[in-house]
């Protein structure tokens, strides 16, 4: 039987990479979407003409636990072995402006969807010597200014991720994926972006395909569990991470 894959948040940006790049090396997929429907579709149909029956879409809402049940059972029916958690939220969240709901909504898709999906898909994964991958941020380790509720999310992300693969080896790996600059937000500004890259050694921004590539590594990685690797540029390395 066909192993599986499962991204969340899969239809757009780094997410369809991610399913592209597992499904070119073999893997069936699973696209979840939250929203974008289309976009879900178009990729699926796209995989499907590559290799007959080899994806599905699957729609649920991350940010309540009904939504992370249903997801889970749309996976019952299949050899899942891999797991990546991408799906996330971002917006800003200043001290003074930030209703409880704000706060609630990206810790609920950031860090608690991507736990509870370990934990209730983990006899599946088990199964299938699995891996988990969980995205994160650099700045789960230093905070985005007026960002503080998604830095937050991220953070706790990063220690679930080490957490996890304490307790779900030897039969699952976890590790996690910290993004610098890849895809800068919709409303990002010239000049913000300018200072972003005058903080990276690369002195450049990043692409999807460089966090699918590191994806594609830790899955073949079978002796590797329990860490966090930046994918920045070497942005973390300056110690400095301001906007």
Not at 1 to 13: C, D, I, P, S, Y
Not at 39 to 56: G, P, V
Not at 133 to 146: A, M, S, T, V
Request: hydrophobic share 40%.
């Amino acid at each position: 039987m066909k192993q599986w894959a499962l991204v969340t948040g899969a239809a757009k940006r780094i997410g369809r990479e991610i399913a592209i790049k597992l499904h070119s090396s073999g893997y069936n997929v699973i696209i979840h979407y939250g929203a974008s429907a289309d976009a879900a579709r178009s990729l699926c149909d796209e995989l499907n003409r590559a290799r007959e029956d080899s994806c599905i879409t699957a729609q649920a809402d991350l940010s309540t636990e009904e939504g992370i049940n249903d997801l889970v059972k749309v996976t019952t029916s299949f050899k899942l072995s891999i797991l990546i958690n991408n799906a996330s939220e971002f917006y800003p969240t200043p001290l003074q402006d930030t209703q409880f709901n704000d706060c609630q909504r990206l810790l609920a898709i950031n860090l608690l969807a991507p736990y509870f999906l370990a934990q209730k898909l983990s006899p599946l994964l088990s199964k299938n010597n699995g891996a988990i991958i969980n995205l994160l941020d650099i700045h789960g380790q230093k905070p985005l200014k007026d960002h503080g509720i998604y830095s937050i999310s991220k953070a706790g992300l990063q220690m679930a991720t080490l957490s996890l693969a304490q307790e779900m080896g030897p039969e699952i790996r976890v590790n996690g994926i910290a993004p610098g600059a890849i895809l800068w937000p919709e409303n990002s500004q010239n000049n913000a972006q300018e200072s972003i890259i005058k903080q990276i050694p690369l002195a450049k921004c990043g692409s999807p395909a460089d966090i699918a590539n590191t994806v594609q590594f830790l899955v073949n990685s079978s002796y590797i569990s329990g860490q966090i690797i930046a994918i920045d540029g070497g942005r973390t390395a300056t110690g400095y991470m301001g906007a």
